[in-house]
């Protein structure tokens, strides 16, 4: 099956600064990577996703990038602000539909 | 609000007992995915129908089942339930049959006693 590791498993950042979240997945058949955010109390909400024919994807201010060859991708949110802060999840998706996540980034914007 | 409606919100019960969780699909999405959330296990994939059909499995236990209806609608029945069981159970919704773009429920927070 599929593996995928998240880190950091914790993140501060200051309000208005970056923030990146690093994932690695080991089946080179996955082939669609979304990213949640989870806020205390709710359900993970999808926030942003690529497929493995691009390298790049972004909307506003969250941006991910997807290496094949590594087999690695990351989240990157710019600007941040306290309503950023959250618990975001990547994940894989591989074969039959199936869906490994990482363990989750508390990420702590700092006003 | 994501469109996926989960019911109950909690429950609680006693170790042996069995339970089912319910969950209506945003509106058009034919995928269901069941999900469990626990501190040491993190959020794992459970089982997906589509259409009414077992489309994929996970990490679901034999004491564990499910299925989706004609209305789309879906029911994870949990049986002999442990401590261990103890967790919060997600389900989500997508339009296609390949786990993309899904769409997450507010969950049901399972304690078993």
């Known amino acids: 099956g599929e593996n995928v590791e998240q880190h950091p498993s914790t993140l501060s950042v200051q309000e208005g600064d970056s923030a990146v979240i690093k994932c690695t997945y080991s089946?080179?058949?996955?082939?669609?990577f979304p990213w949640y955010k989870q806020e205390l109390g709710k359900g993970p909400q999808l926030i942003i996703d690529?497929?493995?024919?691009?390298g790049e994807k972004k909307d506003q201010r969250i941006a991910v990038t997807l290496n094949k060859t590594a087999k690695h991708f990351s989240l990157h949110i710019t600007e941040t602000q306290p309503e950023d802060s959250a618990v975001y999840f990547c994940?894989?998706?591989?074969?039959?539909?199936?869906?490994?996540f990482g363990i989750g980034t508390k990420l702590q914007v700092i006003p | 609000d994501s469109g996926v409606t989960q019911t109950p919100k909690h429950l609680i019960t006693a170790t042996g007992q069995r339970v089912t969780l319910r969950c209506s699909p945003r509106?058009?999405?034919?995928?269901v995915y069941w999900y469990q959330q626990s501190l040491d296990q993190g959020l794992q994939f459970l089982i997906q129908?589509?259409?009414?059909?077992?489309?994929a499995k996970g990490n679901i236990l034999e004491r564990f089942s499910a299925q989706q209806f004609p209305d789309l609608h879906s029911e994870l029945n949990l049986s002999s339930l442990e401590l261990g069981d103890s967790a919060l159970y997600f389900c989500?919704?997508?339009?296609?049959?390949?786990?993309?773009?899904?769409?997450f429920g507010q969950g049901t927070r399972l304690t078993v006693v």
């Open positions: 989500a919704s997508s339009a296609s049959d390949m786990n993309t773009e899904a769409f």
């Open positions: 089946d080179s058949a996955s082939n669609y």
């Open positions: 690529i497929r493995s024919n691009v």
């Open positions: 994940a894989a998706v591989w074969g039959d539909q199936k869906v490994t």
């Open positions: 509106s058009g999405d034919l995928s």
């Open positions: 129908y589509y259409n009414g059909e077992e489309r």
